[in-house]
């Protein structure tokens, strides 16, 4: 079967005047235009092509690699807007539509927008939705404490920075919990900190290798791994410096040094603290 709006591997079938013609293995074809075509082919090579609906809503072939697919998130700029919508630039000759009902805002030339990318039941278009709530759920989370995820930075609150999780779920980093400059779009690797009653994730950032233990200390572990197993901090530090060094709070910082301190895995001294041999 062949996937719009997808990557799919397909056989050339024939080579024709408008182009090759690839195939799947359900007898289903597609036109890959000349301007795709690669130097060097021979009928029967398998080639990766991305499927969408050309300006004429026919199926259509091409290796250009767009900056979305079906079922993504992606942050995309407006390059013009109509009575119908608005026009993103994903990287391909037709542009994407973003359908008025679906913008979140009012979408403006020259703009950057998070959307979302779907087949439109009704149309069977590829169409654009800054609306990403919509398509996220935490009433069945597949995410636990601790566990390391994607995320995709979605848009500022009151209190933090919105998140989607494994472009599954919903998220919070809190401010307290931000030490790096962050803006919407950018994709990092995080760390659920904590799972709340009603399915709210509070959002942490960096990487967890040791599941056994919270997130902090795991980030302290890390550096006294990385500088041969001191740290010239203590509970006695400056924040400052606390922050410059681990990009966390003073707060979170004798929390986690306390867990560590209680498993044995380091010793705390009066010029810092070293990893216990």
Same mark, same amino acid.
């Given at each position: 079967?062949?996937?719009?709006?997808?990557?799919?591997?397909?056989?050339?079938?024939?080579?024709?005047?408008?182009?090759?013609?690839?195939?799947?293995?359900?007898?289903?074809?597609?036109?890959?235009?000349?301007?795709?075509?690669?130097?060097?082919?021979?009928?029967?090579?398998?080639?990766?092509?991305?499927?969408? +609906?050309?300006? #004429?809503?026919?199926?259509?072939?091409?290796?250009?690699?767009?900056?979305? !697919? *079906? @079922?993504?998130?992606? =942050?995309?700029?407006?390059?013009?807007?109509?009575?119908?919508?608005?026009?993103?630039?994903?990287? +391909?000759?037709? #542009?994407?539509?973003?359908?008025?009902?679906?913008?979140?805002?009012?979408? !403006? *030339? @020259?703009?950057?927008? =998070?959307?979302?990318?779907?087949?439109?039941?009704?149309?069977?278009?590829?169409?654009?939705?800054?609306?990403?709530?919509?398509?996220?759920?935490?009433?069945?989370?597949?995410?636990?404490?601790?566990?390391?995820?994607?995320?995709?930075?979605?848009?500022?609150?009151?209190?933090?920075?919105?998140?989607?999780?494994?472009?599954?779920?919903?998220?919070?980093?809190?401010?307290?919990?931000?030490?790096?400059?962050?803006?919407?779009?950018?994709?990092?690797k995080g760390i659920v900190k904590k799972v709340r009653p009603d399915n709210k994730l509070d959002i942490m950032l960096g990487k967890i290798g040791y599941r056994s233990i919270e997130p902090n200390a795991d980030l302290i572990m890390k550096e006294l791994e990385d500088n041969s197993g001191y740290l010239n901090l203590t509970d006695k530090s400056a924040p400052e410096a606390i922050?410059?060094?681990?990009?966390?709070?003073?707060?979170?910082?004798?929390?986690?040094?306390?867990?560590?301190?209680?498993?044995?895995?380091?010793?705390?001294?009066?010029?810092?603290?070293?990893?216990?041999?």
């Amino acid at each position: 079967m062949i996937h719009l709006g997808e990557y799919n591997t397909l056989t050339i079938l024939r080579d024709t005047e408008p182009g090759l013609f690839l195939g799947d293995d359900e007898n289903n074809d597609v036109l890959l235009p000349n301007r795709y075509v690669p130097e060097v082919f021979e009928i029967g090579d398998e080639i990766e092509v991305f499927v969408y +609906l050309d300006n #004429e809503e026919r199926i259509i072939a091409t290796t250009d690699k767009p900056y979305i !697919k *079906k @079922g993504d998130f992606a =942050l995309l700029r407006c390059n013009q807007t109509n009575e119908f919508g608005a026009f993103l630039d994903w990287g +391909l000759v037709k #542009e994407l539509f973003c359908p008025f009902k679906e913008q979140a805002f009012k979408m !403006k *030339k @020259g703009g950057w927008y =998070l959307v979302y990318c779907f087949e439109d039941e009704v149309s069977n278009r590829l169409v654009a939705s800054s609306k990403t709530n919509h398509f996220l759920s935490n009433k069945e989370l597949t995410v636990q404490a601790f566990d390391e995820v994607d995320l995709i930075v979605s848009h500022p609150s009151d209190i933090g920075m919105n998140v989607i999780v494994n472009k599954l779920h919903t998220g919070l980093i809190f401010k307290d919990d931000i030490f790096q400059d962050l803006s919407v779009g950018d994709r990092l690797k995080g760390i659920v900190k904590k799972v709340r009653p009603d399915n709210k994730l509070d959002i942490m950032l960096g990487k967890i290798g040791y599941r056994s233990i919270e997130p902090n200390a795991d980030l302290i572990m890390k550096e006294l791994e990385d500088n041969s197993g001191y740290l010239n901090l203590t509970d006695k530090s400056a924040p400052e410096a606390i922050k410059e060094t681990l990009q966390m709070s003073k707060k979170n910082f004798k929390k986690a040094v306390g867990t560590l301190y209680k498993k044995r895995l380091i010793e705390i001294k009066d010029d810092g603290i070293y990893l216990v041999e």
